[in-house]
């Protein structure tokens, strides 16, 4: 769950800039907005201390040791591929994923009886 404190945090891009990333990925497809995001990901690791410090505490409690920065601006830039995934995920562009169901019968199973059941979702470079 997020904290409060970075759930506070204002928006540190501005509005044009990120509806000129969302036209330039969908008119040129999820590969080419991933590498766009490679010197974004570096400037915001770059200029954000507070969340480089941040994004460093947190890799360092689940590596169980002090992150290296390549970690750090690996860390920034899954945060950027997801955020720019769920664009084309609400757009319903499904067919830029490589996406497999399996035990989609429990799903249905259980959501015909009321239930809950909790999913799973993985990616692979």
């Known amino acids: 769950m997020a904290s409060p ?14 509806r000129a990333l969302v036209a330039f ?3 040129l497809g ?6 766009i995001l490679h010197p974004i990901a570096l400037y915001f690791m770059l200029s954000g201390s507070r969340a480089r410090r941040a994004s460093r505490r947190y890799l360092g ?14 860390h920034f830039h899954t945060f950027a591929v997801v955020s ?6 609400m757009r319903e ?13 429990v799903l249905l199973a259980a959501r015909a009886c009321g239930e809950g059941r909790l999913m799973l ?3 692979s470079r």
């Open 84 to 89: 720019l995934d769920r664009i084309f995920l």
């Open 93 to 105: 562009r499904f067919d830029r994923f490589d996406v497999r169901v399996r035990g989609e019968e």
């Open 5 to 18: 404190v970075w759930l506070q945090q204002a928006e540190r891009s501005s509005v044009w800039a990120l």
């Open 30 to 35: 999820r590969r080419a907005g991933h590498l």
């Open 61 to 74: 409690r689940v590596l169980g040791r002090a992150a290296s920065w390549r970690e750090v601006y690996t």
């Open 25 to 27: 990925t969908l008119l």
């Open 121 to 123: 979702g993985g990616a």
